[in-house]
């Protein structure tokens, strides 16, 4: 399903763009599809959905957002309503993919809204990405693996060096440059 495709769009979800269709495409090519994903913050679903339909994988996606998981529904992917990896059990997924909130906001100019929540990765961009990094390993299988999607404007090396603290290695396996940022596909393993 292209980003063009999508039918009952809510408001208040974040829909497919550039990054999403960069992590899609990533974890489409690099899964060998029997495995068990976890896409957390869903949004519109369409990275799970793609995952899901381009692969033999089971997917299960998550959101916070209420709205992002009846619209990921409407789009047949299973969707539990959760803040991050929260009520998933330990060790049983091999791959977990997401693509966070990672502008950089200032305090000052934040709104308080679904799509603020979807968009904010806080002042320095990583207020979402840490807490995840933190967390994402207990839910991993022993060989588990990592998409995270980042920006320029977050600082990758910044993220990287995040996730190192955190156990992972980790690798750029994916690029594409935009006008004002880069998005860069992060493969991280333990």
Do not use: C, K
Request: hydrophobic content about 40%; cysteine-free.
């Amino acid at each position: 399903m292209g980003l063009e495709d999508r039918r009952d769009q809510e408001p208040d979800v974040y829909q497919p763009a550039e990054d999403s269709q960069l992590l899609a495409d990533t974890a489409t090519e690099r899964l060998t599809g029997d495995e068990l994903v976890l896409e957390v913050g869903t949004g519109s679903g369409y990275v799970a959905g793609r995952i899901a339909d381009e692969t033999a994988a089971r997917v299960i996606a998550s959101d916070l957002n209420p709205h992002a998981v009846r619209q990921a529904r409407a789009e047949n992917v299973e969707t539990v309503r959760a803040d991050l990896v929260a009520p998933f059990r330990d060790g049983v997924f091999d791959a977990v993919a997401f693509n966070p909130p990672y502008l950089p906001t200032d305090p000052e100019n934040e709104w308080d809204d679904w799509m603020e929540h979807a968009l904010s990765g806080g002042e320095d961009g990583r207020a979402v990405i840490d807490p995840f990094l933190e967390t994402v390993g207990r839910v991993l299988a022993p060989d588990g693996v990592v998409y995270l999607l980042v920006s320029s404007l977050t600082g990758v090396d910044a993220v990287v060096e995040r996730a190192g603290e955190e156990g992972f290695s980790a690798v750029a396996v994916a690029d594409e440059s935009f006008p004002f940022e880069t998005l860069t596909v992060l493969e991280l393993h333990r």
